[in-house]
């Protein structure tokens, strides 16, 4: 005949993961939690010989299991806790760049900079990188270089702030000619000997040769008026060191890259030029020079800009 005193301990373990309470009477009914620490183990365990049957206790064999299972989670997770800090404080002083996830704003942000120091919450540790601070598993890339002055670290800190960003710069031959124009966005920065070096695409761009940065295209693929009709811009090409904008496979004669940089920042603003005022509605080339579109008139951007 069963006891009917006695305690049916065969759900226990179950509730316990599903987040059961005894003091709770709604056993079982939390969110499920398969990640055990050691504390939930031997609170487990405890549980497990207080209501034991004490008429059929729990075998001596089994209880020396469960307690080398014990030590052997305790022992696991003292080691993954060194580990952990041991690579956090070995990332002070070197350059890296990760992923942090912003709670309160629900978003994530790219963070790159060299870590300043490691600081513990709960027994985690955190680089602390400009003010943020960073879990050593969001950490995607660690640089280890040698920061020689502060003028270096500056330029390093400045550049790994263009990493997502859109640049443009013209490379120049070694008598100063104009011979390749490169507008992408900065996938990653390498080192040189200290010296950081921006990668757009398998293009090697030193910071100081940028010309321009933008969250986005600058003048690839923007739309242009030109005597072939109108059309986007496919590339700029150099052809004897003066440029030429390539425009649905068209090549078009461009006195001053600058001019057209510049115009295209005037698109959507409200202009007036003698009788002529309204918005900039988009840019044309008409022999090479550069023209503002007001409605059905054009300004000549020289002119308006009065650099001639």
Not at 96 to 112: R, S, W
Not at 166 to 188: K, L
Not at 258 to 281: C, F, K, M, P, R
């Amino acid at each position: 005949m069963a006891d009917t005193n006695s305690v049916n301990t065969s759900g226990l373990w179950t509730d316990y993961i599903s987040g059961g309470d005894k003091s709770s009477s709604k056993l079982g009914s939390r969110e499920v939690n398969s990640n055990l620490d050691k504390d939930a183990f031997l609170r487990l365990l405890v549980t497990q010989l207080q209501y034991q049957d004490p008429l059929n206790p729990m075998d001596d064999k089994e209880f020396l299991s469960q307690m080398a299972q014990f030590t052997s989670l305790e022992q696991m997770n003292n080691m993954n806790a060194s580990v952990s800090k041991s690579q956090a404080f070995s990332m002070i002083g070197k350059l890296v760049i990760g992923t942090i996830y912003d709670e309160k704003t629900n978003t994530y942000e790219e963070v790159a900079g060299q870590v300043q120091y490691v600081t513990l919450k709960k027994g985690e540790p955190y680089l602390v990188i400009n003010g943020k601070e960073m879990s050593v598993n969001d950490v995607e890339n660690v640089y280890e270089i040698q920061l020689d002055s502060i003028n270096s670290n500056v330029a390093t800190s400045q550049s790994l702030n263009l990493i997502g960003k859109h640049i443009q710069t013209i490379i120049r031959d070694s008598s100063g000619t104009p011979i390749e124009y490169i507008e992408g966005i900065v996938n990653y920065i390498k080192f040189d000997k200290g010296t950081p070096i921006l990668m757009v695409g398998s293009k090697e761009i030193y910071p100081s040769n940028v010309m321009g940065i933008s969250n986005g295209n600058m003048l690839l693929g923007k739309p242009i008026k030109t005597e072939f009709g109108e059309g986007t811009i496919d590339s700029i090409k150099y052809i004897n060191g003066e440029p030429k904008v390539i425009a649905n496979g068209n090549q078009v004669d461009l006195e001053d890259l600058a001019h057209l940089s510049q115009a295209y920042l005037l698109v959507g603003q409200e202009i007036g030029y003698g009788n002529i005022s309204g918005e900039v509605t988009g840019i044309e080339l008409i022999k090479g020079e550069v023209y503002l579109n007001v409605g059905n008139e054009s300004i000549s951007y020289k002119k308006y800009t009065g650099i001639e």
